[in-house]
């Protein structure tokens, strides 16, 4: 409980439970200690009606003398009755290593609503309806959560508020579920929000699992009125959940990315299959990037996004626009890739990206404007490290490919990431 200190050994009753994922935060306080306090690891054992133990704080947690620090961590109660767990935190204090914990409580099964069904038994799709007004309000179903704040809907009357789920797949591997989240007001859905409203969704052990125990490899993709699912890369996490503000409603579901693959085998002529069809790319007319200090002047191709990323095998010796970021020479952050080396066996367009440094120009020409950008910074950063996509409110560049190719896995460790900005816009001479 909020508050209440918990003893090496002491035992948390957090009390009665649904059989759902359960996320609790424990606070480490070294505010009397005089040294550095570090938990190197979070674990857990004995699980009775207990499974999938998360440990969502990435480890080793340093807490400083006379600091605090949060450590999340969530598991699944998973049948009706007393459950409990054992938890834990290894850490540098030589009397109380490992520092235990025993979490118990009782969990109760929530029985499902009654319905009339139809004549042949088949069960009417699950759904939210709710009545919504200018005070708004917090809506919860399943694993997704929405909040109408207070003025959204100023200029509304008479507004229902409405979620149904989906079945997993809707084309991601990993399957998770799908809301279709509504607001209409006099039958008809408002024109606009006077405040955005917050779509949190919460990741499935799996998704959880994919994205490596981290909020930050998973988006919340999203689909309008029968739109391609696009990716919102916005996203920021709270209470277990994942989260992003919006100014209107459609489909959510959540994905796991990683950065592109952008480089082949050094040394070895691949071969290539043949492009499937719902991976061409499409020709930016009038669209091309030059590097002058890298001798790079290539023509832009856009990489469509599908559940799976963004595929970039059959890129050749071109550049690469990655679709569901900013388009090129719009505010926000464009993302352009190319190979560091390719299938011929020979060196890529991005081979030598990581020589740019801070104030080297980076050009994109389009329809007979020259927008310069300046580079600012430099990244290496892991595959599946997507905080180099994030939105940007200026018009912000990133270039990526791949480095250090690691032999015995079949693929590169790392990505390289440039990072410019827009600096100057002037016609084409």
Known sequence: PAGVSIPDDGTDDIGDQALATIHLTYTVDNSAGIDQ???????????????????????????????KASIDISFDVNAPGVFSLDVHLANNDLDENPYDIQI???????????????????????????????????????????????GALANQSNCQFAISGKAGGNGFSLGGPAYDVTITCEGQPPSNFDAPLEVCLEPTHSQLQAAGGS????????????????????????????????????????????LPATGFAPQVLTALENQPAGSVYSALDDIWLKI?????????LGIPLTPEGWDVTWLGAAVGYLEGTAFPTWKGNTVLTAHVWGADNNPGPFVDLDTLSY???????AWGLRHTYKVRAVQWVAPDDLSVLTHEENDWLTLITCRGYDQTAQGYQWRVAVRAVLMDVEAEE
């Open 37 to 67: 306090l570090i938990v190197t690891d979070v674990t857990a054992d004995n699980l009775v009606n207990v499974c999938n133990f998360t440990l969502f704080t990435p480890a080793p947690v340093t807490v400083a003398a006379g600091d």
């Open 104 to 150: 118990t409580g009782s969990g109760a099964a929530v029985p499902a609503e009654s319905g009339d069904g139809d004549e042949d038994g088949e069960e009417e799709p699950q759904e939210l309806l709710a009545g919504v007004g200018r005070d708004g309000g917090e809506f919860n179903f399943e694993r997704i959560r929405v909040m109408v704040p207070v």
């Open 215 to 258: 909020f930050t490899n998973l988006v919340i993709f999203h689909s309008h009125a029968g739109s391609e699912w696009g990716p919102l890369f916005d996203t920021y996490e709270e209470e277990g959940y994942l989260c992003v503000k919006m100014w209107g409603l459609s489909y959510f579901t959540i994905g796991v990315l990683e």
């Open 292 to 300: 002058p200090v890298l001798g790079v002047d290539l023509p832009i």
């Open 359 to 365: 104030g080297d120009e980076i050009i994109i020409h």
